[in-house]
């Protein structure tokens, strides 16, 4: 079955370490994006990459770094720079031929301590 | 810069009422419109879309949108709400030219019997 795989669901950090969060996708889609959902504030936007090697800041990119290096891969990388980690991210992926929605990944929550 | 607002926060009906969410947006040039739900436990899956053509347009589950031009609005109604549509509900927007999508803060709707 295809679909985007996001792993581990729940991960504990301590404050001061970075941390990354593994989205991987075999639906074939250029575009990946990567969300926070907090509660009462939907979901945010943190990068996004509609193409292998290349992405874009969203509105909250401060603290967290993306890699594209293959199409099907996109791991987030939560910084200690970031001021409030602990949170729920959701990895998406859409096809850039036609108007295709997104498809999104089960989540991971995140809790640093 | 794009953004989305959902006035509604949280909506508690009982069965069988009118639903009408509200969802406006903020960007000048020509947009690409989406409503998500998230079911209790759930993935975020898309309701409906509207890229061009018939202003209404009809989703799964006997929602539909309205897209009004002059009021950057895109709000969601279903004129029956049943118990099993309890979840979070949010609007989503990009550029046409863009795959930048953002999303609103999410409308808690509660259905009682």
Redesign the interface.
């Known amino acids: 079955d295809g679909g985007i795989t996001q792993s581990p669901k729940y991960l504990f950090r301590k404050e001061g370490q970075n941390v990354t969060l593994s989205c991987e996708q075999n639906l074939n889609h250029d575009?990946m994006?990567w969300?926070r959902q907090d509660p009462?504030?939907?979901?945010?936007?943190i990068y996004?990459s509609?193409i292998v090697n290349d992405f874009?800041k969203?509105?909250i990119a401060e603290g967290y770094s993306v890699s594209r290096e293959k199409k099907e891969s996109f791991p987030l990388t939560v910084t200690s720079a970031q001021k409030n980690p602990t949170a729920f991210y959701?990895c998406?992926s859409?096809d850039?031929v036609g108007?295709s929605?997104?498809h999104?990944?089960?989540g991971t929550r995140l809790t640093v301590t | 810069a794009q953004s989305v607002s959902q006035h509604n926060h949280h909506v508690i009906l009982s069965e069988a009422a009118s639903l009408e969410l509200g969802c406006n947006y903020s960007y000048g040039g020509t947009v690409n419109l989406f409503w998500y739900v998230q079911y209790p436990g759930q993935h975020l899956q898309l309701l409906l879309k509207y890229f061009s053509g018939d202003p209404l347009v009809k989703g799964i589950k006997g929602f539909e949108a309205e897209f009004i031009k002059s009021k950057f609005s895109f709000n969601l109604r279903k004129p029956s709400v049943q118990w099993s549509d309890t979840a979070e509900y949010f609007c989503a927007v990009n550029a046409r030219n863009t795959d930048k999508l953002i999303f609103g803060t999410g409308t808690r709707l509660q259905v009682f019997p």
């Open positions: 575009a994006y969300y009462g504030q939907g979901l945010r936007l996004y509609q874009q969203g509105d959701l998406a859409k850039r108007n929605p997104l999104f990944g089960n």
